[in-house]
């Protein structure tokens, strides 16, 4: 909490048991003090908020009797109960008021509360989730443990939200997404979540790097194809289409194998023995991709563009999804890049070096996300803003994932690369281990 927990140090400037470990001293001693708080509190400091309603004419009529003043009568709410980075209360609005009401007025409760922040969401007609968090649960961030094997099929949690909840990514929901962010802003530390946590499913990965694979090759042995220069991707893009048109083929024979069968507009209402798999396609730095230097140059950056678009515009029912990555994204890209983005329907948006990219990934969701991007602090690698197409949006970070992890990973998880013969000209050379034996080459001075 901004009063002390997680945050509070000794006259020595040693941390106290609180810094070092906020949840045990959470559940220890800082909910049953903070819940009491909250409690013998609660009506005054609501009516501070001008979150009240004056009382109904039957218990103003019945404070005269007594010769009392009527007091004004807060929300409802539930008992407090804990949570693993605070506590949460259910409320039930007082005629005439809205959820904007206490949106507004959450600066003030957590003021009032000693809380490190409070997060208001309705929940339906007339009922709100108030949830106060203890400390800054993005410090540090480690998946949970049971989590470690993912949410389900495409469904990954990848980064810690700042209310305390997981942002998971979905892809058969949030079927293509947008990642932003500047070097060592964290961007690639939330592509190895990502890239490992769908390793260890029945997917199709399929990488496009056109700085030469450096970014993507530590997870070949995973990869069912690589692009790294752009007449390759080129090429590349050209099979997916293939692939998702040969997709389209099966679900459309799928309704005339006979009177009993089931329609169906998608791969996933295809029986299980001839459903194809899942592919995830994996752009990293889009900005490489589509640079171009002539008018040969050009032409193939807005072929390529208008392949992206197809794939994002039909990949979805096909079951090919696309997750593209990059420092910048605009208009410079060529023509198509506004409409490609506008198919990205899921935004990440780590720190970036000039406000239009974020106003790029964030402006349409949400300006005051777009504006909490530009805010996101140089020290805080990993912090991102996370919007979705509702217009709703939060902070988060992912859990630190170091490059040999990941790539440790895909290594072990290379049995598990799915059979695509259309992709087989794309399957990256994995080089082989080195062995120990061998002698390390020795260094030679530079001479003039």
Known sequence: MS?????????????????????????????????????????????????????????????????????????????????????VMRLRMATGQAPEDFLASADRLRHAWAAHAVHIR????????????????????????????????????????????????????????????????????????????LARQPVVLVGIDCKW??????????????????????????VLLEEMEARFRLIGLSSTIGPDAVLTSDVWGLPEKVRPVPVVVVVDEVAEL?????????????????????IAQLGRAAGIYLEVCG?????????????????????????????????????????????????????????AIVGDSSGGWSRARSPHLTLDEAAAVCRATAALVPLLPRLDAFRPAIAAEPSSAAVAPLARPVTE
């Open 122 to 197: 309705p929940t339906k007609p007339g009922r709100l989730e108030l949830r106060l968090i203890g400390w800054d649960v993005l410090a540090d961030v480690r998946r949970p443990l049971r989590w470690q094997k993912g949410g389900g099929l495409l469904s990954l949690p990848l980064a810690l939200r700042d209310d305390g909840h997981w942002h998971v990514r979905d892809f058969r929901a949030v079927p293509h997404e947008l990642i932003l962010g500047a070097t060592q802003s964290g961007k690639s530390v939330y592509l190895r979540n990502l890239l490992c946590g």
């Open 213 to 238: 694979g450096v970014e993507l090759a530590p997870f070949a042995p995973r990869l069912s194809a690589l692009a790294d220069c752009p007449d390759r991707a080129n090429d590349l893009l050209d």
């Open 327 to 383: 420092q910048r994204f605009g208009s410079e890209l060529g023509k198509g890049a506004t409409m490609l983005r506008a198919q990205l329907t899921g935004r990440i948006c780590h720190r970036v070096n000039d406000e239009s990219s974020a106003n790029m990934a964030l402006a349409d969701i949400s300006p005051e996300a777009a504006l909490a991007a530009t805010a996101i602090p140089a020290e805080r690698p990993g912090v």
């Open 3 to 87: 009063s002390g927990l997680g945050e509070r140090r000794t006259a020595q400037g040693r941390p106290s048991i609180d810094h070092r470990g906020p949840v045990a001293f959470w559940w220890l001693g800082g909910y049953p003090l903070v819940a009491l708080r909250v409690l013998t509190t609660y009506r005054a400091t609501m009516d501070a908020c001008g979150l009240t309603v004056p009382a109904s004419a039957v218990r103003r009529a019945t404070a005269r009797l007594v010769g009392r003043e009527a007091a004004p009568v807060p929300p409802r709410r539930s008992f407090p109960l804990p949570t693993g980075s605070g506590l």
């Open 290 to 310: 589509f640079l171009a230097a002539s008018r040969d140059d050009e032409k193939r950056r807005d072929a390529m563009v208008t392949k992206l678009i197809r």
